[in-house]
């Protein structure tokens, strides 16, 4: 965390907040030097780069890679045109937008584009050489928005910083944080039927559009690709190693969030964190609270007098999600439960099990509002209408909710207490 993060932080938060959030930043220091060791360790797989490059899909679209520039660093523009000229996909055109904003430069390019796929590149950042391959992959699977994995390449230091490893499409966590980012890749006819790029949103131009595409289709035709493709430079120009830089983005990215409530027509406050450009929406009271059911074990304290509330209003306001789950700390404020997911080699996993509950996790993901697999019985509300569904069983019961078409959601503010 530089000086200007750290006063900035401090100034908003309080001493409290900042000392959890410089012991994450530690943490994540130590992270970010073992994976600067490998990547700089790492040794191209030429083989299947060759592979690729002669591979021939049922479908090959062309991609139109948008490229919005203004005053880019000559080295670090060559260097990103390098990586596209590497692509062991080529079926694809560079269209650079300039003379204006950010979304105009991206609308006047995306004007120009052949392309069935539109792709985000930033002027001074770089792919791997088998980006656009992976993408194409997905594209015949029938994806129409997809996104990567991502780090970040520090200019001034040559070090690689840690990876971005995100979640699959998640809209509860869209609306928390522009999580998908890059490199990203939608469906031309998506652009356009959500209304391309909007300019009163430029800083936040890509939060926006990915809202309105997900507003138009179904999780199911999204991909998410598990792999760093997208490699997002910082230098002294640059805006990516301190979002305190980018205070009207931070406000377009609200407004960004408001608009998605209002064209829902759902009635909420959107409320930025401790954390700059992280969000969350605090819904209306729900004006009955007759069609949805508590479930809390006796050994369990609320920690707010009005969390009942609070998960009625949550599921009031979404109609698609059949449950929603509290956060359990111990008496030491340590993570006791927080929703059970998978880990990378499918195992199950008590999500953020032993963390003090006030450390935000590695890129604040674990302070936000989400999509899990898997809730408790036993610290839940959930709708009456799916009361057949409850099982003493978590992985069945929540099974049983997402088969009848509901998403399952944790809250982390929701907290509570295990008091024995």
Not at 49 to 65: C, D, G, T
Not at 334 to 362: F, Q, W
Request: negative net charge; contains cysteine.
């Amino acid at each position: 965390m530089n000086t200007k993060r750290l006063t900035d932080f401090i100034g908003r938060n309080g001493l409290k907040s900042t000392a959890y959030a410089a012991a994450q930043h530690l943490s994540d220091m130590r992270v970010d030097r073992e994976y600067d060791r490998m990547m700089k360790e790492r040794v191209p797989d030429w083989a299947e780069l060759s592979r690729q490059r002669h591979k021939r899909f049922a479908y090959e679209p062309l991609i139109s890679v948008i490229v919005p520039t203004y005053r880019p660093v000559e080295e670090h523009f060559r260097r990103m045109l390098r990586s596209l000229r590497e692509q062991t996909y080529a079926n694809y055109e560079i269209l650079l937008g300039n003379g204006g904003g950010i979304s105009d430069n991206s609308n006047a390019a995306l004007s120009q584009a052949k392309g069935d796929h539109i792709a985000l590149l930033d002027q001074d950042d770089i792919l791997e050489p088998d980006a656009l391959y992976h993408v194409v992959e997905r594209i015949n699977e029938g994806a129409r928005l997809i996104y990567t994995d991502e780090d970040k390449y520090d200019t001034e230091s040559g070090r690689y910083l840690r990876a971005f490893r995100k979640k699959d499409f998640d809209m509860e966590l869209l609306l928390s944080n522009n999580y998908v980012c890059h490199f990203l890749t939608i469906q031309r006819e998506l652009v356009e039927k959500a209304g391309g790029f909007r300019s009163e949103y430029d800083g936040a131009q890509d939060h926006d559009l990915i809202i309105r595409c997900a507003e138009h289709i179904d999780p199911g035709e999204t991909a998410h690709i598990k792999r760093v493709l997208y490699h997002w430079r910082i230098h002294e120009l640059s805006t990516a190693g301190d979002p305190a830089k980018k205070g009207y983005a931070h406000l377009a990215g609200k407004r960004a969030i408001e608009d998605h409530l209002a064209r829902c027509h759902k009635r909420g406050e959107v409320i930025e964190t401790e954390h700059r450009g992280f969000y969350r929406v605090e819904y209306e009271a729900a004006e009955d609270m007759s069609g949805f059911e508590l479930h809390l074990a006796r050994n369990l304290k609320s920690l707010s007098p009005d969390n009942s509330e609070r998960m009625a209003s949550y599921l009031a306001a979404n109609d698609d999600v059949g449950a929603v789950s509290g956060r359990v700390i111990d008496r030491l404020g340590r993570i006791v439960y927080s929703g059970y997911g998978t880990d990378e080699n499918g195992r199950k996993e008590a999500l953020y099990h032993g963390m003090d509950h006030n450390m935000p996790g590695e890129f604040n993901i674990a302070s936000l509002r989400q999509e899990v697999p898997v809730i408790s019985p036993r610290c839940m509300m959930i709708r009456s209408s799916l009361s057949d569904c409850i099982d003493p069983d978590p992985f069945r019961m929540s099974e049983n909710i997402r088969n009848r078409g509901y998403r399952i959601i944790m809250d982390p503010k929701m907290l509570y207490l295990k008091v024995r």
